[in-house]
């Protein structure tokens, strides 16, 4: 199993440019994260999605959208760049829970995409 | 208030020190405490977790919740230059259905 993938690794954007963060899993997991990491705030959740079709906003969703048309696949999209979208992102993927006895949702990351926005 | 505090580091130790890391959280909710581990340039993997209160120990690693104090430990023993990495708990439970992450510490074993 190659697990989360995520492309590209790296990407350089001028303000008010578009792109798409591609996020593929293979191990038949129906929740679906995205994430973004700035130095000294941790891991702050951008959108998830429960299933195909479903998605839902985390705490930080303004500037991104998202899609999830299959269980495989969850891009997030950036429609007009901004400076402060300078950051990583990581998709990571888990089984749903339950319950709180059916254990905690062991989140698989992917590799991360480092995004730049000049 | 955070819903997870983490001392970011850096910490600093030599090769064979017993390392302590740290977190405390604000909501008595929370049922599930886990710590990722996350070396430079990749994702965080999951290192361990308990439930509740007590502690949980695999190998040199010995995860610790006092859910009295709302408070999280991580203890490395004999530590390696391969721990060198970035240690992020995280906790779940309660109302929400998400994991809530500290920032993480970043921590150095010197050879």
């Known amino acids: 199993n190659a697990g989360v993938t995520q492309t590209p690794k790296f990407r350089i954007l001028k303000i008010g440019q578009s792109m798409t963060l591609q996020c593929a899993q293979d191990m038949n997991h129906n929740y679906m994260y995205w994430y973004r990491q700035d130095p000294g705030m941790g891991l702050k959740l951008i959108y998830y999605s429960v299933g195909a079709g479903i998605t839902d906003k985390g705490e930080v969703p303004n500037g991104y959208n998202v899609s999830r048309s299959t269980t495989e696949d969850f891009p997030l999209r950036l429609e007009l760049a901004a400076p402060s979208q300078t950051s990583v992102y990581f998709c990571a993927s888990s089984y749903s829970v339950p319950g709180l006895a059916g254990g905690p949702p062991e989140q698989y990351f992917g590799p991360g995409t480092r995004l730049t926005v000049t | 208030q955070k819903e997870v505090e983490q001392d970011p580091g850096p910490l600093s130790v030599p090769e064979g020190a017993i390392v302590s890391l740290n977190c405390t959280y604000s909501n008595s909710a929370f049922q599930y405490f886990m710590w990722y581990r996350q070396y430079s340039r990749k994702g965080p993997e999951l290192l361990m977790y308990?439930?509740?209160?007590g502690n949980k120990e695999d190998g040199r690693f010995t995860a610790q919740v006092d859910k009295s104090s709302k408070y999280i430990s991580l203890f490395i023993r004999d530590s390696q230059p391969s721990d060198s990495a970035t240690y992020l708990c995280?906790?779940?439970?309660?109302?929400?259905?998400?994991?809530?992450f500290g920032t993480g510490t970043l921590l150095a074993v010197q050879p």
């Open positions: 308990t439930y509740s209160s």
């Open positions: 995280a906790v779940y439970g309660g109302a929400t259905n998400k994991l809530i």
